[in-house]
């Protein structure tokens, strides 16, 4: 049997991620559709939930462009879990994001 692989997306270039770092933001409904889309990025538990959940759903690069930050990105890779095709594509085209993850504290 065969499973379905959802496409994977990957920004165009780390520079354009410019999403907002503090507040609340309401992720649109092919992102979210849980009932519980509204992300506070001042309580760090959130902050991680809102960047696992659109690397994972994002359709397209534009939708990674629009609600992440390089820094937060950064700052968070190496803790987050992500699906390793994923993290694999991630870390192939931006390798700053392997050593970030590489020299991270171990837990």
Same mark, same amino acid.
């Given at each position: 049997?065969?499973?379905?692989?959802?496409?994977?997306?990957?920004?165009?270039?780390?520079?354009?991620?410019?999403?907002?770092?503090?507040?609340?933001?309401?992720?649109?409904?092919?992102?979210?559709?849980?009932?519980?889309?509204?992300?506070?990025?001042?309580?760090?538990?959130?902050?991680?939930?809102?960047?696992?959940? =659109? +690397?994972?759903?994002?359709?397209?690069?534009?939708? !990674?462009?629009?609600? *992440?930050? #390089? @820094? =937060? +990105?950064?700052?968070?890779?190496?803790?987050?879990? !992500?699906?390793?095709? *994923?993290? #694999? @594509?991630?870390?192939?085209?931006?390798?700053?994001?392997?050593?970030?993850?590489?020299?991270?504290?171990? @837990?």
């Amino acid at each position: 049997m065969r499973r379905y692989a959802k496409p994977i997306v990957v920004a165009d270039d780390l520079n354009l991620l410019r999403g907002q770092t503090t507040g609340v933001v309401t992720l649109p409904r092919h992102l979210d559709w849980s009932g519980a889309a509204d992300y506070d990025l001042d309580s760090p538990g959130r902050m991680v939930d809102l960047y696992r959940t =659109v +690397l994972i759903e994002a359709t397209k690069p534009d939708d !990674l462009h629009a609600l *992440l930050d #390089r @820094a =937060v +990105l950064t700052g968070l890779w190496p803790s987050i879990w !992500l699906p390793p095709e *994923l993290r #694999r @594509a991630w870390e192939q085209r931006f390798p700053e994001l392997r050593r970030a993850a590489s020299e991270a504290p171990a @837990a």
